[in-house]
């Protein structure tokens, strides 16, 4: 069974603070992360990918993940009203070249509050 | 602008009746397109990976009989909902994967209401 758990929230944090996305998934030969934000009603739009163990910095956004864990999270500092969305972890649990073939974690509501 | 088009943005269907979803990619030529489901509140799952010039591949659980997926071109999937019911009302969203494999797009959703 290939499942991917997020803390389901909601989070809820003050503007200019830190907020802290976890995931978890099952499949020890994942190779491809991702994170999405999804507006309600929208499509999800690409956040972050990451690939290899360790940080991975975008601006206010920081991915880490660590394999041995299982586990990925995101970080995005400064938070702004703007960033209040659900945040939807993705793994891509297959070897080869069907990258885009992903499953998603249920998601995490945050809302930033001024 | 979108790279990745799906059409319609909502449709409104009978029961018993079939509803079809167009996904396109606009400037590159995908081989490998996916579909996902998206029920209120709910995560996306997915219901198959659509390849170029080959039968589908449906995750456990989708009924290929029910959901019919066709790529008959590098740019073209689709989706079609046969003899549609209340409970298949739900956000269907499709992705496209580039040539190289590097990049996946996703489109814009369709709405599907079965009344």
């Known amino acids: 069974q290939k499942e991917v758990e997020q803390n389901s929230g909601p989070l809820s944090v003050p503007e200019g603070a830190i907020a802290s996305l976890n995931c978890t998934y099952s499949?020890?030969?994942?190779?491809?992360f991702f994170w999405y934000r999804q507006y309600s009603g929208k499509s999800p739009e690409l956040i972050m990918s990451?690939?290899?163990?360790g940080d991975k910095e975008d601006g206010r956004f920081t991915a880490q993940l660590n394999k041995a864990s299982q586990y990925v999270s995101l970080l995005i500092r400064d938070s702004q009203p703007s960033d209040s969305a659900t945040y939807l972890c993705a793994v891509n649990m297959d070897r080869g070249s069907t990258l885009g073939r992903l499953y998603f974690g249920r998601g995490t509501q945050l809302t930033v509050w001024p | 602008g979108a790279v990745v088009s799906q059409h319609p943005s909502w449709v409104i269907c009978k029961s018993g009746t079939s509803v079809k979803i167009e996904c396109r990619s606009l400037?590159?030529?995908?081989?490998?397109m996916f579909w996902y489901r998206q029920f209120p509140k709910q995560s996306l799952m997915l219901m198959a990976t659509s390849n170029e010039g080959s039968k589908a591949t449906y995750e456990q659980g989708v009924e290929k009989d029910k959901f019919l997926i066709n790529h008959a071109s590098l740019t073209l999937s689709t989706l079609t909902v046969t003899s549609a019911h209340p409970e298949d009302s739900s956000f269907y969203i499709c992705?496209?994967?580039?040539?190289?494999?590097?990049?996946?797009?996703f489109g814009e959703g369709s709405w599907l209401t079965v009344v």
């Open positions: 992705s496209a994967q580039t040539g190289t494999g590097n990049t996946i797009y």
């Open positions: 400037d590159f030529q995908a081989t490998t």
């Open positions: 990451i690939y290899s163990n």
């Open positions: 499949d020890r030969v994942s190779q491809s």
